[in-house]
Structures are given as structure tokens and as C-alpha cells.
């Protein structure tokens, strides 16, 4: 227990990290504020007490008098800036958005914690820096991104050193990948592959594999993230950390995984493969600096996870997948037309 009632802030809280983490913070004892817009996170995923207690501000990060008021009034010790929209295959097509949500929001933080001296800004970036690289992507291996959001989440990778250098806020990043459990938006047409598979497979539409679904990725608990997440607030300043699953799958896999699980509660969905997207083939990360430093363990069995995830979105009430506004429509791929 923390006696000390830390005051922690969470940007997108109402997410699947921010879900999960501040339930893990207020279960220590800490003193949490969120944030979230509920753009990609729902109210009812938020645990309660943030509530009760007044603790949670429906504000857009882009609102700077919103925000300033935030810090005045909690003067947070630590900030978990988590907000974003990570929709790696669909940034090129909004990309103005993609660099005002994931980026100029990040600076309102930044500059944020930087005035009202802030101890330490943690931020999750993502795998999405690494790009063309060749995986298993280290660390120290020079970022490429190969996508508006993975060029959003470098720059404010590059920003949050500079902030440091010049005004001496301490961070640390995060590149977590794939990570998946309850509170997932399931309902987002263009994010989160397993959690659209559910919903297709709850709806009695074919799971779509965009593809042959040779492609790789490895996917983890969320559970496994959160000790790892709460060591970064002590130490660990200007480091960088992969945090994921080390075992890769193929997309064919899981999606196969998926109809499995979908016909023992009822719901026989059909595999098709539709045209690819433009993506990285292969993608996963070397996770030893995180294990070594960070005591990292990730033992997801993405059987149980999935399983536990259809069983929660069996319960959830139907929400609206919405069209986002695309500002390019050239080249635009015939699913999401
Ligand atoms: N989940 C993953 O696999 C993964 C992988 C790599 C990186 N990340 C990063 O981790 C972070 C959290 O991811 P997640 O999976 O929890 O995403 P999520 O979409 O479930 O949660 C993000 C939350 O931020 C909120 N939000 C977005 N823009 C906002 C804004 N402008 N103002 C206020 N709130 C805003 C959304 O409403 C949502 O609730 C993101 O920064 C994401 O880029 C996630």
C-alpha cells in the first residue's frame, strides 16, 4: 500500500491501457486524475472511483486552458500520457488528425508538465517507430517509421529529449505492441485486429484477413504491463523500453483461433482473405532490456486472453463503428470505402 497518495495523471484513461492501469494504481493506494475524451475509450470501461471521486475530465488534450486548469488544480507528480489514436494503416488518410491528436496533443502534455514541474512524464510510443527495420527491433536500433503514426509518436519521442535537455523533465518511453484483454475498443473499423475479429465473429460477418495473413505479429496480455508500467515512475529516466510478447504469431493463425473460440459460444464465422494494406510485413520486438532492467515477464496465452475477451464482448452492449472523416481517399483500400 502507498501511503504517500502519489497524485498520478492518465491521459486516456477510458482506453484499453488506461483502463487497466489506473484499476492497478488505485488498488496500490494511488491518488489518480484522469483524462479521456472518449474518442476510442467508453466511460463504462473506467473504474468507478475515478468517478465518485471527481477524478475524471472528459477534455479534449487539445483544450490548453482545459488542460492548464487540470495541472493547476492536481499538480500530478507523474503523467501516464497514453491518449493517442494508434491506427497505424489508416494515418496516411488522416493524416492532419493523426499530427494534431498523437502529436500536438503530446506537446500540450509536454509543455504542461514542464510548468507546473511535473517529476516525470511516462509515454507509451510504439513498435510503429521501427518501421522497414528488421525485427526483432532493439532499443538502440535507429527508428524508421514507415507511417504518419509512427512518425507522430518519433517526433514526440525526439521532443520529450529535448524537453529534458533544456528544462530538465524526466521521462521515460515506452514501445509496447499488440497488446490486447478486456476494454479493447472493439468496435473501431481500422484498429485492434483480434478485437475486430470478435465483433465480425459476434455480428455473424467473415473474420477479413487483409492479405495471405502470412504476416507476423506478437500479441500480449495487458496484465503482464502493468508492474512494468509503475517501476518507470522510480529510475529508469531517458530510457526507452520494448515492452510485448515475445512469441510471434501469423495472422492466418489467429484468425483460425478466433473462429475456434467463436464456435464454442455459437457464432460459426467464415475466414476471407480481401486485398493487403500497406504495413510491415513482420513486426515484433526484442523485450531483453525490459527483462533485464524492469524485471519483465509477458506469459500471455493468447488462447485464454481471446477466450476471455469473446466471453466480455458477449456482454458488452452494441456500439457504433463509425466512419472516420478521410481527408485522402486516393488509393483508398475497398474495406474501409
Ligand atoms: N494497444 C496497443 O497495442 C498499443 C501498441 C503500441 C502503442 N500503443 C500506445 O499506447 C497508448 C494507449 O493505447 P490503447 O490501446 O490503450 O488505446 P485506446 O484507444 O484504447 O486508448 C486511448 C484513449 O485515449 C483517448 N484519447 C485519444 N485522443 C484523445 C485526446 N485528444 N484527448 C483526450 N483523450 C484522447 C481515447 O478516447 C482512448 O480512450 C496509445 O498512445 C497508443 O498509441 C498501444
Known amino acids: 500500500m502507498n501511503d504517500q497518495k502519489t497524485k498520478i495523471l492518465i491521459t486516456g484513461v477510458a482506453g484499453l491501457l488506461g483502463a487497466h492501469f489506473s484499476r492497478h494504481l488505485l488498488d496500490k493506494g494511488y491518488d489518480v486524475v484522469g483524462i479521456d475524451n472518449l474518442s476510442g475509450g467508453y466511460a463504462d470501461y473506467m473504474d468507478k472511483r475515478l468517478i465518485v471521486e471527481e477524478n475524471f475530465y472528459d477534455i479534449d488534450l487539445a483544450d490548453k486552458n482545459a488542460l ?29 488528425f493523426n499530427y494534431t491528436n498523437n502529436l500536438i496533443c503530446s506537446v500540450n502534455v509536454i509543455n504542461a508538465c514542464i510548468t507546473h514541474g511535473t517529476k516525470k512524464i511516462i509515454f507509451t510510443s510504439s513498435m510503429a517507430v521501427y518501421g522497414h527495420g528488421t525485427p526483432p527491433f532493439k532499443e538502440n536500433q535507429t527508428p524508421s517509421p514507415a ?7 518519433y517526433a514526440v519521442e525526439m521532443d520529450l529529449k529535448q524537453a529534458y535537455e533544456q528544462f530538465g523533465l524526466n521521462y521515460s518511453i515506452v514501445r509496447p505492441h ?21 465483433r465480425n465473429a459476434l455480428a455473424g460477418d467473415p473474420i477479413l484477413v487483409y492479405g495471405d495473413g502470412t504476416q507476423k505479429r506478437a500479441f500480449s496480455d495487458i496484465a ?12 529508469f529516466d531517458e530510457e526507452i523500453f520494448n515492452l510485448g510478447a515475445d512469441r510471434e504469431y501469423d495472422l492466418n493463425t489467429i484468425a483460425a483461433l478466433v473462429q475456434k473460440i467463436g464456435i464454442e459460444h455459437g457464432h460459426n464465422a467464415e475466414i476471407k482473405h480481401v486485398e493487403g494494406r500497406m504495413e510491415v510485413k513482420d513486426a515484433y520486438c526484442d523485450h ?38 478521410y481527408e485522402v481517399e486516393k488509393n483508398m483500400y475497398s474495406f474501409w470505402k
Open 68 to 96: 492548464e486548469k487540470i495541472f493547476s488544480e492536481h499538480k500530478p507528480e507523474y503523467v501516464y500520457h497514453f491518449a493517442a489514436y494508434a491506427a497505424e494503416g489508416l494515418s496516411p488518410f488522416i493524416r492532419n
Open 147 to 153: 507511417d504518419p503514426y509512427g512518425i507522430a509518436k
Open 178 to 198: 499488440n497488446v490486447i484483454g478486456i476494454y479493447q475498443n472493439i468496435w473501431d473499423k481500422y484498429r485492434n485486429v483480434i478485437g475486430i475479429w470478435i
Open 224 to 235: 503482464f504491463y502493468l508492474e512494468a508500467f509503475e517501476k518507470l515512475m522510480e529510475g
Open 288 to 325: 531483453g532490456k525490459a527483462k533485464k532492467l524492469l524485471d519483465f515477464k509477458d506469459n500471455t496465452d493468447i488462447e485464454s486472453t481471446i477466450r476471455e475477451m469473446f466471453a466480455w464482448a458477449q456482454q458488452q452492449p452494441k456500439r457504433e463503428s463509425k466512419q472516420m472523416e
